[in-house]
Each structure stands twice: as C-alpha cells, then as structure tokens.
C-alpha cells in the first residue's frame, strides 16, 4: 500500500483530484438525499474546498489548510444532519467519481478504503 504522502503524486496529481471531485458534485447534484443539504445555490466553492483538502491529505499541496485552518472535519459537519441514509448517498456519488477517475485499481482500492472509513466517522445521528 502507497504512504498516503505520496499517492498524490503517484497517481498523477491535479487533474485526477479536479476530475474525482468535479465528477462527486456532478453527482451531488443530481441527488434527492445530498442536494438540500448543501446551503449554497452554487456548488462550486463545496467542490473547491473538498478538492483541496483530498488533495491536501494525499500528499499534495496544502491549500486546503492554508485557506481553512485545521481541517476538524467532525466539527463541519455538525451543522448538518449526517445519519446512515446520508452517509450511502455520499459514497454512492463518490463511488461513481472514484470508478470514473481512471486510477490503477491498487490506488482505486486505498481511495475507497479511506473514504468508506472517512464517511462512516463524520455520521453524527444515529437515523
Ligand atoms: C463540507 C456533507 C462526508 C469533506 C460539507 C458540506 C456538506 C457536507 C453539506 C458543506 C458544504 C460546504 O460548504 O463545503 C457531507 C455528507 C457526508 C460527508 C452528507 C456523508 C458522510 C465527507 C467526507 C469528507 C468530507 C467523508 C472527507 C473525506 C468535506 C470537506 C468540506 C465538507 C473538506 C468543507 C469543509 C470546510 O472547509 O468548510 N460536507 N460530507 N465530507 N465536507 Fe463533507
């Protein structure tokens, strides 16, 4: 299995995150679960900063906290309800993005692995 600092690089660096997280939104947007939660109108500035921060955390540049500050994802979510229903229309968009970003499949399967464990730690409602 690749150091996460490096996958980064190894897969191909800036346009495999843009495609992976431009692909997720398109399916965000087109979802009767995930949709509505999402406060703004436009989804682009949602899909900037989940981009930077993959992008960050894989070994890339560090964007994300530069801009953000300490991810403390668990804590940015809370405004939101994030129960199991929520939780498989995330990884069902994302499974879409991950399928279509064109990686080699020992690389598609450490991505997987790491969102499937991410999603299932930001649920913070039990339905
Ligand atoms: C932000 C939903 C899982 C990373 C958000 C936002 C929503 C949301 C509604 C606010 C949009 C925005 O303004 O940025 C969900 C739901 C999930 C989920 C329903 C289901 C489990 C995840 C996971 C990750 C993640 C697994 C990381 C691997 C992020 C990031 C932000 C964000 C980086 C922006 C935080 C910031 O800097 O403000 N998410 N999310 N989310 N989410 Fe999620």
């Known amino acids: ?18 495609k992976l997280v431009r692909r997720f939104y398109e399916q965000v947007a087109e979802d009767e679960v995930l949709r509505p939660l999402y406060p703004e109108e436009d989804l682009g ?9 993959l992008e960050q955390y894989w070994g890339g540049p ?16 809370a405004p939101f309800k994030v129960g199991p229903i ?10 879409v993005a991950v399928d279509d970003a064109g990686l080699d499949p020992a690389h598609r399967d450490q991505l997987w692995q790491y969102l499937t464990y991410a999603a299932a730690s930001m649920v913070n409602s039990p339905f």
């Open 1 to 18: 299995m690749t150091d996460p600092q490096n996958f980064y690089a190894e897969v191909g660096g800036a346009p495999v995150f843009e």
């Open 86 to 95: 929520e939780r498989d229309a995330w990884l069902r968009c994302m499974r």
């Open 62 to 77: 560090r964007t994300y906290s530069d801009q953000r500050g300490h991810p403390r994802l668990r804590m940015r979510h």
């Open 45 to 53: 500035p949602a899909e900037e900063r989940l981009r930077m921060f």
